[in-house]
């Protein structure tokens, strides 16, 4: 069962753009997740462990994770998408000590969101 409400996503040709919305109150290691079809899921985005925005090499550049805290929703924007960024993604959040999870810019993110599926084609 989903712990994280998200929203956004959808289909997008070669060099355009898409947000992702999650509700979240916390400020730290809380971030986006994405996971292809037989590969373990990949951090791409967070606010990592000191608060700081960090982003996986692959997204450098094009991706945007930001937070409004007046409304406790965490975006993550989307440009120059290509088709190597088709995934499911996941808003994410560390929360308790449970184990297993993914680990990514000093946090293990262990609560999800329900998935949106982001498809970009060519």
Sequence with gaps: ??????????SVQA??????????SQNNCIGWVRQT???DREGVAAFGFDFRPRYADSVKGRFTVTKDNANNTLYLQM???????TAT?????????????????GCRFNTWGQGTRVTVSS
């Design 89 to 105: 993604y996941y808003c994410a959040a560390e929360r308790g000590n449970s184990p297993g999870g993914t680990l990514f810019q």
């Design 37 to 39: 079809p037989g590969k």
């Design 15 to 24: 060099g355009g753009s898409l947000r992702l919305s999650c509700a979240v």
């Design 1 to 10: 069962q989903s712990q994280l409400v998200q929203s956004g996503g959808g």
């Design 79 to 85: 440009n120059s998408l290509n088709p190597e960024d």
